[in-house]
């Protein structure tokens, strides 16, 4: 464990941290300064685009690329023989390599074989967009289609197409705790329930992007919107260059959520640059994002759960299966994800659960805002409220008899180190709904529904995760944070600058940020995994407080007095008589006298060594944060049509930095959510996408959601600064089932398919004929 | 290609471009005129990312030819206020935490501006529909719809002597 520095302080004694301020890109935003990828030009620039396979499943018999390299302006075009290693192993992006076992390919560019529609095939670089487009219609491909499988049941029959030589099944992980079968067979009650929920998009409004060139010493240099600038590595292997020659700057990100986790154009952009040694830009359309990147991965959820007749849960046995699509990217982890918390945030003395991922010829599914414990939360909260009812008990009561607390292990074994907030939240939750509302109409229902979930933040334990930031002070007495931190607008940066301001007593507005550049700020990881509030941040504090530790005896020096008794505020340090000493001054003495003026701070989050989740070993996450959202639906009983009309979201976020980008992550997670729950859907026929614009895959609108009413806990008990939290990825789990409750609430049908569309409601009310 | 010349206003400067008969005016403004303040979030009219008001009103720039606007006023968010201020809306915007990743903010601020200038205390369910054209993924609108609530409630104090229709 790291040392907590001295420079925390109580809650009541915080200046900075804790105040709802506006973030430090704001202004520009409103402005449209913000340069995103797209906005990026290079003098003699060209213009990227990329071939993508027509079919799902085809052989490449023939790949003619002569017509389209001798049309006037086509700088450049690859196919998989340009590609020096045509290779991207799915290993977890990041700083840490060697997951063994979870390692997969993907092939960079398809080599004879296409595995799902979309999958680039070839690259050109021209010098218009017109021309781009042109050369790739002009690149011949003779396809010869195969059989493929495009459902994961279907994919582990025998004799099911085999997406990869290895065979169809790519990971499976099982947990084990008490027994049972033997729990379930003896049971005063026993739930079973069998949901499925569906393949959605990030749908971030910016789609991917990026601008190459080969810098100085023969740098390839690639500024890209991206979640994680540690692709650099990638990059490089790719080009068969050292790592120390391709550097990856981020920019601020157009919205992220997983979806530019994995590389998107990077190592493309690497492979047109390095080939035309010319600038090249990339910039994806809407329809080719939603035809080819990855998705979130479906899952069908068997439960059984066995009850006591007071309601103590006493056993919870799990099927998963979950569709990879074409290739592996991050689905072994998000599988992973799924059967940590597959038993849901409660007491479980009896736990089996069985998962599996399989390949498809669909689209490939990877990292998405949730990653697989968000899937989980429709399967265990349906089992919980199909509980109370059978049981005739209180949604709440339920929950808050059987809510894990602290000290109480998951069944993996890991113990809950931290104050767990699941019955206080469901119970501050459903509270806040009010009275009930009046149906706006005869023919409307209204019902409510709450759900609670458990998801982690941070890295697995046995991945040795860390960050480094750098502090220092400039002459003027302004500060400088460089940290590689990717900001894709959940706050990240300003969050850092609000925890550097705290420990130097500056104001936040004095504290520039420099972030996101693979070569020129020290590597923070990953903005994913609910994780760069919790390891930036923490090691933003302990660079900050190591200045402030440097610092301290110079101010104490030239103000004649202990170190202990000098407090920094208001442009300086000052003793307490109120002597004063500004900062100019005290770092004039630094360089006088050889004290540095900054410091690198590394953050190392506890690990822990690889466990076996059949045998059960023990920690597997730092830490989870837990919450709970609960709604009221007004269900329409002619058309089905189930509108939000209040949902209120309530979480434990340790201590909120900064509550209004706290609270801005809740209700953005809690609609998303809600898309989730109620319209978004990827829709394919055998593979075929069906849902590549933005009039046929549905986001919310304003006018589909209610205003999402956040509610903070602050139990100071997080593993972040000051006892923060992670909070990107939590509130996006609840609202699918909160809904779904609420259904059952309002009409008495139980949907257990994503999403709950008016079609299904309406099928389930039996408004429509069955088939 | 057919190509043809057409002047129009661009934030208040008179602008006179060769354009492409088929060329859009989102890719007019972004590749041509440097306008990168439009963002490019579909290309096909629904997410409302790439709104410009064109003499006033908010259109989809991607969507628009650009040959259309020949003789109008186009007005980006950089037309809101002089360099290096903010318009009233847009200091909701930042008070108010409604930009996140910022990437829709540009059309968001517009139609709502559009919107405002009709709407003196537009209630919360009349913002959202006014702001349904603009899809958001970040905040889940609360934050936005506040921000413009809070500009409308300065633009417009409850006195009744304040105001006229």
Known sequence: MAKRPAAVLPAAA?????????????????????????????????????????????????????????????????????????????????????????????????????????????????????????????????????????????????????????????????????????????????????????????????????????????????????????????????????????????????????GKEDVTVEVFLGLLASRTRRPVRMVWSRQESLLARPKRHPFLLRYKTGASRDGTLTAQSVELLADSGAYAFLSALVLMYATVTAAGPYRMPNASIDARVVYTNNPPTSAMRGFGAMQMVLGYESQMDRLARRLEMDPVAIRARNALRKGDRLPVGQELETHVAVAEAAARAWAALGPRRAPSAPHRRIGRGLACNIQSYGRIVWLHDWASAWVGFEMDGTVVVRTGVPDVGGGQASSLCQIAAEVLGVEPDGVAVHIGDSALTPLAGTTTATRQLYMSGNAVLQAAAGLRAQLLPVAAQMLETPADRVTLRDGGAADAAGRRAAWPAILRECARLGVPRSFLGVYHAPAGDPIDLDRGGGRIFPDYTFGAHAVEVEVDTETGAVTVVRHVACHDVG????????????????????????????????????????????????????????????????????????????????????????????????ITELPITPERVARALGLLSAG | MAELTISFTLNGERREVRTAAHQTLLALLRDELGAIEVKDGCGEGVCGTCTVLLDGE????????????????????????????????????????????????????????????????????????????????????????????????????????????
């Open chain 1, 14 to 258: 915080l200046r900075v941290v804790g105040r709802p301020i506006p973030r430090h890109d704001a202004r520009d935003k409103v402005q449209a300064a913000t340069l995103y990828a797209a906005d990026w030009q290079m003098p003699g620039m060209l213009h990227g685009a990329v071939l993508r396979s027509v079919y799902p499943s085809a052989l490449i018999r023939r790949l003619d690329t002569s017509r389209a390299a001798a049309l006037p302006g086509v700088a450049a075009v690859l196919t998989a023989r340009d590609v020096p290693n045509n290779t991207l192993w799915t290993d977890v992006p990041g700083q840490t390599s060697a997951v063994g076992a979870l390692r997969a390919r993907i092939q960079v560019l398809a080599d004879h074989v296409v595995r799902f529609q979309g999958e680039p095939i070839a690259l050109v670089a021209a010098e218009t967009p017109e021309a781009a487009q042109q050369a790739l219609e002009a690149i011949e491909v003779e396809y010869e289609p195969q059989p493929g499988v495009f459902d994961p049941e279907a994919a582990l029959h025998p004799g099911a197409a085999q997406v990869h030589e290895e065979g169809n099944l790519l990971a499976r992980w099982h947990v084990e705790r008490g027994d049972a079968a033997a729990a379930l067979a003896t049971a005063d009650v026993v739930v079973e329930g069998t949901y499925r929920c569906q393949f959605i998009d990030h749908a971030y409004l910016e789609p991917e992007a990026g601008v190459a060139w080969i810098d100085a010493d023969g740098v390839v240099t690639i500024r890209v919107a991206t979640q994680v600038i540690e692709h650099f590595r990638d990059v490089a292997d790719v080009l068969g260059v050292a790592h120390n020659r391709v550097r990856v700057i981020g920019t601020y990100v157009g919205g992220g959520f997983g």
């Open chain 1, 655 to 750: 201590r909120a930095i900064n509550p209004q980008s706290v609270e801005g992550q809740i209700q953005g997670g809690a609609v998303m959510g809600l898309g989730y729950g109620l319209m978004e859907e990827v829709l394919l026929d055998r593979g075929v996408n069906l849902s590549t614009n933005f009039a046929g895959y549905l986001i919310p609108t304003a006018l589909d959601v209610p205003d999402v009413e956040a509610l903070l806990i602050e139990s100071g008990e997080g593993k972040g600064p000051y006892g923060a939290r992670g909070i990107g990825e939590p509130p996006i789990g609840p609202p699918a089932a909160a809904i779904a409750n609420a259904v059952e609430d309002a009409v008495g049908v139980r």
């Open chain 2, 58 to 165: 908010p259109v989809s720039a991607c969507l628009l030819l650009a040959a259309r606007a020949a003789g109008r006023e186009v007005t980006t968010v950089r037309g809101l206020a002089p360099v290096g201020t903010l318009h009233p809306l847009q200091e909701a915007f930042v008070a108010h935490g409604a930009a996140q990743c910022g990437f829709c903010t540009p059309g968001m601020i517009l139609t709502a501006y559009a919107f405002l200038r009709n709407h003196r205390r537009p209630a919360r369910d009349d913002i959202r529909r006014a702001i349904s054209g603009n899809l958001c993924r970040c905040t889940g609108y609360a934050k936005i719809v506040d921000a413009i609530e809070a500009a409308a409630a300065e633009a417009a104090p409850a006195s009744p002597a304040a105001g006229r229709g």
